[in-house]
């Protein structure tokens, strides 16, 4: 079985500082991890991915994310926040060797103030 | 280019009527989903297919059934609408072969049950 948990339903930062949006997983097998994002009324776009290869993995807009086994975590990072980066974050577990099935998170909220 | 469309778009339909969401893919996938997305709980698994004349229920099918009878196409029918099948509805595929996992989303279906 797996399981995406997003430790915050909200994230207010002011442009300009870092960002930290929050994932832990549970995952039976090897699992791929993924952050998507969605701009209000659009479709959802993949930002990065964890595949089992290096584990820090660098994204689009400057953003990265770090596979941590030890402390099943995924965090999603960016030093510098834009105004374009508001929008909905998810964090998405994939078992490698299981089912294959996506499970997604409940989604995080980025807000960005001037 | 490759592509996953949608139709229709907007949706409004009356309680007890039949509809459905059409959903087609040229990549050639293997696998399709359809996830529902409501506030608060991200996306959650509607139906799932890993090919042709494959079809799986996922954590909320109740109300909603899915045929595949080619590798492009993934329709969600809704047999009797209800107001709690207000929602915006992503259909997605991805290959399925180890180490990706990746979804390729569509647009998105907003549909509204009066």
């Known amino acids: 079985a797996q399981s995406v948990t997003q430790l915050d339903s909200h994230v207010s930062v002011s442009e300009g500082t870092p960002v930290l949006l929050r994932c832990n997983y549970s995952s039976s097998y090897s699992p791929s991890l993924f952050w998507y994002v969605q701009h209000p009324n659009k479709g959802l776009q993949l930002l990065l991915k964890y595949t089992s290869a290096a584990t820090l993995v660098k994204g689009i807009n400057g953003f990265e994310a770090e596979f941590k086994k030890s402390e099943t975590s995924f965090h999603l990072t960016k030093p510098s926040a834009h105004m374009s980066d508001a929008a909905e974050y998810f964090c998405?577990?994939?078992?490698?060797?299981?089912?294959?099935?996506?499970?997604f998170g409940r989604g995080t909220s980025l807000i960005v103030h001037p | 280019d490759a592509e996953i469309t949608q139709s229709p778009r907007h949706k409004i339909t009356e309680t007890g009527r039949q509809v459905t969401l059409a959903c087609h893919q040229t990549?050639?996938?293997?696998?399709m989903f359809w996830y529902r997305q409501d506030l608060g709980h991200g996306l959650r698994l509607i139906h799932y297919?890993?090919?042709?004349?494959?079809?799986n229920k996922g954590e909320v099918s109740d109300g909603y059934s899915v045929s595949r009878s080619n590798t492009e196409d993934l329709p969600l029918t809704l047999e009797s609408a209800a107001s709690s099948q207000t929602s915006v509805y992503f259909c997605a595929s991805n290959s399925g072969t180890l180490n990706t996992g990746e979804l390729f989303f569509g647009e998105g279906s907003r549909l509204t049950v009066l």
């Open positions: 990549w050639n996938h293997n696998n």
């Open positions: 297919s890993y090919g042709v004349h494959d079809t």
């Open positions: 998405v577990v994939s078992d490698l060797g299981g089912s294959y099935i996506p499970t």
